[in-house]
């Protein structure tokens, strides 16, 4: 079953249905105004942070409720109806709607009682306030009549979680007044006397606005219970009802936004309007709504500027495949994905109420990567302040405030870091993926010179890239476990796998591996004789410790606790094999020839699904070691079990460095949103970005999926395809080209953007190979293997590649 299609021309998701089986959902904005929106206009508002600048109200658990509502009443038959289906819901056989969810923008459009309607949902680029742009038009042959509401909830308290707990203390500190053409909320109205920058117990007044252009008011309100009405809900507002919102104000109550504005229309006749919200000043909010006057052509001046944008993002690097399934995540949805979680981290989602108030260290340092060969320029910033959050000790801190200030935080050596943000210790992982990330950055750009750029550490001092990396290599040589491998500490990747401040991680030890391979490459950029000596003595070290304790017959197993418990044995009950340390032992380089197909044709044969690998197998229910946190979950689930979807990337991925096309492409396409289209009720979740798990073969609801958007799966997937799959895989001088692919596919092209120019590459397989190159040509001269060295490209580069 399908509820919707891919537009790929308009760049776009078109919803058909309007009852999907979840919120669909989309964001709009930036950093400094976000907002998440449903198929359904269900979703919330906030200024810079999601737990405290939250502008509208929005219940979690409540399925989709309450949201941006347009109402549209016909003032002669009374009937009433919403913009989006719901919250009105009428009946699906005389009320049609499509949901186009695109880059930054959601459209809706509906008719019904031959009334047309198409309601555009936007945030304009580089503004901090959203604009809720309607169109009417009347499809019949006679006049109407109509009356249209905007309706609002908003939050009594920009912090989420003391509007909805604290009540004793969020409903009186709010009021509602209106001027104009637009209700103003002010939160801790009684300290609108002081100046600015003054404060009470670190408060002051703050204004929120919600605004009408293109129409006059006809009539208001300002307090949730006057406009829904007693006994009433979001689907029968009395005040829609009645055609008149009463003019009602609040003091002391649930505070909302709601204009209305009566529209007549005569046959064919469409008439435009704009409702504004943010959290602005009274005169500031004056003066944009007067910027939409003539809202029919502020608001599609700014629509095009938004498609602009975000459509060049996305120019950087296409496909053009046999599977449009391929080419459609690839070229927008897995790209805009990447984005999407390279801005807003783990911040704020329908499930992530935006209460946690900071960055993860390894989450952001792995979500630059999906963004690095689309944006460089946006890579680099991010990476300047994630290695500005890196102790001088050479971990990363756990949490980055988003007040990070860099050379004066404290650190989880000091009580008071552990209070503000919960995190009591390090991970053994955090600083490890520093190593690949900057790696991908200098060799998409070229930018030599960052390695040798100063960026202060978190708590104190200051070092250049280089010795950043090379602090993070002291910090897991100077926490060891047991064996002489990277110690766990307080968690690896794994956040339910305890296995103790001396136990050991194989997964991070394949981390540091790779870690030191890359760092030999600076080093050797560097010069660094004596430092490339003390690597490839410390690597040949590690390696032979992994090699004589971590190998068991056909896996790698998952490490060892702290009493020397090993973890991941073939012959255990259970967990007994583990995906990651079989991707990351091809993925660090270390594996053998043999090892590694070993190990993934088991990964294959124990783990592979229909709906991907699930992360370990079987389940822990009955014989879970003491640190198997993951036990906590019903089986099937997450950590336990579930297919989590990060990790397919790094199993497809190690396929494709194995060469092996068919079996990267199969992982690829078990796990793709796109792919399962037609599987929506099974999934659930958005066809269009990827979820955090998707519910393993021990669950009965396998193939559901859960956690949407913001997850480090659409990073690690776009990673596997474009640098496994499709082979782009840069270094410090140029390009080498090594595609994975299906066997069938007897040609695709790739544009890809690289260091100024423009390359377009053709990729020819008429011996239907799963990889490897016969012949190589860049602007008709044949290559020496299929590396292309940056010198010989030009501002537009012809490249085939023969696979043999």
Not at 91 to 98: A, G, H, M, N, V
Not at 492 to 505: A, P, T, V, Y
Not at 554 to 560: A, L, M, Q, S
């Amino acid at each position: 079953m399908n509820y919707g299609y891919f537009d790929d021309k308009q760049r776009e998701y078109v919803i058909t249905r309007p009852d999907t089986p979840a919120p669909w959902a989309n964001y709009l904005g930036s950093p400094e105004y976000g907002a998440v929106i449903s198929n359904n206009a269900g979703g919330y508002s906030f200024a810079k942070s999601g737990a405290n600048g939250r502008i509208l109200r929005y219940v979690f658990n409540n399925f989709d409720q309450p949201g941006r509502y347009i109402y549209i009443r016909d003032n002669e038959s009374k009937d009433y109806w919403s913009a989006s289906w719901q919250p009105v819901g009428k009946d699906l056989e005389t009320y049609k709607s499509e949901c186009h969810h695109g880059t930054a923008y959601t459209k809706m459009l509906a008719d019904y009682s031959e009334i047309h309607s198409e309601a555009l949902y936007y945030v304009p680029l580089n503004k901090s306030y959203e604009v809720w742009n309607l169109k009417v038009t009347n499809t019949g042959k006679k006049a109407r009549s109509l009356t249209v509401t905007g309706y609002a909830e908003f939050t009594n308290n920009s912090n989420y979680n003391e509007d909805l707990v604290n009540l004793q203390y969020s409903l009186f500190i709010t009021r509602t007044a209106f001027e104009e053409n637009r209700i103003r909320q002010t939160v801790h109205g009684n300290l609108d006397t002081l100046k600015k920058g003054e404060m009470v117990d670190n408060k002051t007044a703050t204004d929120r606005v919600f605004g009408l252009a293109g129409a006059k008011v006809s009539s208001f309100c300002g307090d949730k219970e006057k406009f829904i009405g007693r006994y009433h809900s979001y689907a029968d507002p009395a005040g829609v009802e009645a055609g008149n919102l009463g003019d009602a104000l609040s003091y002391n109550e649930n505070a909302c936004g709601a204009l209305a504005a009566e529209i007549a229309l005569e046959p064919g006749e469409t008439k435009e309007i704009a409702f504004i919200l943010g959290m602005k000043e009274n005169e500031e909010a004056a003066a944009i709504l007067k910027e939409y006057e003539h809202p029919e052509a502020a608001c599609a001046k700014e629509l095009e500027e938004l498609i602009t944008y975000w459509h060049e993002k996305l120019s950087h690097f296409q496909v053009n495949t046999p599977s449009p399934e391929f080419n459609t995540m690839i070229n927008t949805w897995n790209a805009y994905n990447c984005f999407m979680t390279f801005i807003w981290s783990r911040a704020a989602s329908f499930i992530y109420c935006g209460l946690r108030n900071g960055y993860g260290y390894r989450d952001t340092v792995q979500d630059i990567q999906g963004v690095i060969h689309l944006a460089p320029e946006m890579a680099v910033d991010k990476i300047r302040f994630m290695l500005s959050a890196q102790v001088d000790n050479g971990g990363g801190l756990p949490l980055v405030k988003f007040t990070h200030n860099a050379g004066h935080e404290d650190t989880p050596d000091d009580a008071s870091y552990v209070k503000e943000t919960g995190h009591p210790a390090y991970r053994a992982d955090d600083a490890l993926w520093l190593f690949p990330t900057v790696y991908k950055y200098i060799s998409e750009s070229g930018n030599l010179d960052f390695i040798d750029e100063v960026i202060p550490f978190a708590n104190k001092d200051e070092g250049t890239v280089y010795e950043h990396l090379k602090r993070a290599i002291d910090f897991s040589m100077n926490h060891l476990g047991i064996h002489g491998m990277p110690a766990g500490l307080y968690a690896d990747w794994n956040d339910c796998l305890r296995l103790g401040k001396k136990g050991e991680s194989t997964f991070v030890a394949f981390q540091f591996y790779l870690g030191m391979t890359i760092l030999k490459k600076f080093a050797q950029y560097k010069q660094d004789g004596k430092y490339i000596k003390y690597l490839e003595e410390s690597q040949k070290k590690l390696e032979n410790i992994i090699q004589d304790l971590c190998w068991n017959e056909d896996r790698f197993i998952r490490g060892f606790t702290e009493k020397g418990e090993v973890i991941g044995k073939r012959t255990d009950p259970e967990a007994n094999m583990w995906l990651n340390p079989q991707s990351w032992s091809v993925i660090s380089g270390l594996a053998t020839d043999e090892q590694a197909d070993l190990a993934l044709d088991m990964v294959n044969q124990q783990l592979n699904t229909e709906f991907g690998a699930v992360l370990m197998d079987p389940p822990y229910h009955a014989h879970a070691f003491d640190g198997a946190l993951a036990v906590i979950y019903n089986q099937g689930v997450k950590e336990n079990g579930g297919i989590f979807s990060q990790s397919q990337g790094w199993i497809i991925l190690a396929e494709a460095l194995r060469g092996h096309g068919e079996r990267a492409f199969m992982y690829f396409k078990e796990n793709a949103p796109a792919a399962q289209n037609d599987k929506a009720q099974i999934r659930k979740l958005e066809p269009y970005c990827y979820g955090q798990f998707t519910e393993g073969k021990t669950s009965p609801h396998f193939g559901r999926s859960h956690v949407h958007w913001l997850t480090g799966t659409a990073s690690t997937i776009m990673v596997g395809c474009v640098e496994g799959i499709m082979g782009m895989r840069p270094d410090f001088y140029g390009l080498k080209i090594s595609p994975s692919v299906p066997k069938d596919w007897e040609s695709f092209e790739i544009e890809k953007d690289f260091r100024g120019n423009h390359l377009h590459i053709v990729v020819k397989n008429p011996g239907h190979a799963e990889s490897g190159c016969k012949k190589l040509l860049v602007n008709g001269k044949e290559m020496e293997g299929n590396y292309i060295p940056a010198e010989v490209m030009t501002k537009q580069t012809e490249v085939e590649l023969i696979m043999s």
